[in-house]
């Protein structure tokens, strides 16, 4: 019996979503307070709602939990435990789609890897997109290797992951352009390519069509006014 647990897998996933959970709350102060965070967190407490830059909607994925404490008028303490929790969630949220409902244990590894060795770098910046772009793509690598549903289901999953990272960082759509166009040379899937067909046209258009804020103009390089051929 005891040799079954000490074995079992959902112990040591438990264990270190546990310590990861616990290190958020022990340093909720600094990760409140560092860099960004406290001006989000101040518009959050300020305003009483989502505090949305750039037009990266997103946001609301992780800010939702402030946001509720703040209108529950719980204390600032709460209010910061809240802030420094609440990414940690949609990162479970993102482990449990890719191990349970995907059904990729080893992928599901690869994003508990990427949290451990972004520590350093992106621990204290609760408003840091590298590990929720990690984990979106790993999920869409997921998607794609799951094979219990049909293509349909895949592809309408895939464009609504599509879709959310278009409203967290633009250029994540280039990073999930590069993963569709590896997968399609591996695999040769339908999907791979309607996938790929979808985010270049997705691109353009905020390239071209759509172009505002800062993503907009970080985009201008693929105007060819900015990409003379002479420069190629």
């Not at 709350?25 to 560092?34: A, K």
């Not at 420094?84 to 789609?97: A, M």
């Not at 590990?131 to 549903?149: C, D, P, R």
């Not at 790929?196 to 970080?218: E, H, M, N, P, Q």
Request: overall charge positive.
């Amino acid at each position: 019996m005891i040799k079954k647990i000490v074995s079992s897998e959902a112990l040591y996933v438990s264990l270190f979503w546990i310590a990861y959970m616990f290190l958020c709350l022990h340093f909720y102060v600094e990760r409140s307070t560092y860099a960004d965070n406290s001006y989000y967190l101040f518009e959050i407490i300020q305003h009483k709602d989502f505090c949305i830059q750039y037009n990266r909607y997103s946001a609301v994925l992780t800010q939702w939990l402030p946001v509720l404490a703040v209108k529950c008028q719980l204390p600032l303490n709460m209010v910061m435990y809240a802030y420094s929790l609440s990414p940690v969630l949609l990162f479970l949220l993102l482990f449990l789609i890719i191990r349970y409902m995907c059904q990729q244990k080893y992928i599901a590894y690869i994003f508990l890897f990427s949290l451990i060795l972004t520590v350093h770098d992106s621990f204290f910046y609760v408003n840091d997109e590298l590990n929720q772009s990690v984990g979106f793509l790993l999920v869409m690598t997921s998607i794609l290797k799951a094979e219990k549903w049909n293509n349909a289901i895949r592809f309408s999953l895939i464009l609504m992951l599509i879709f959310i990272l278009q409203f967290a960082h633009l250029f994540l759509l280039l990073a999930a352009l590069v993963l569709l166009v590896v997968s399609y040379m591996e695999r040769r899937q339908a999907i791979s390519l309607m996938s790929i067909v979808f985010v270049v046209l997705l691109i353009l258009a905020r390239a071209t069509i759509f172009k505002t804020g800062r993503d907009g103009s970080s985009l201008a390089s693929l105007d060819w006014h900015a990409l003379p051929f002479r420069n190629i």
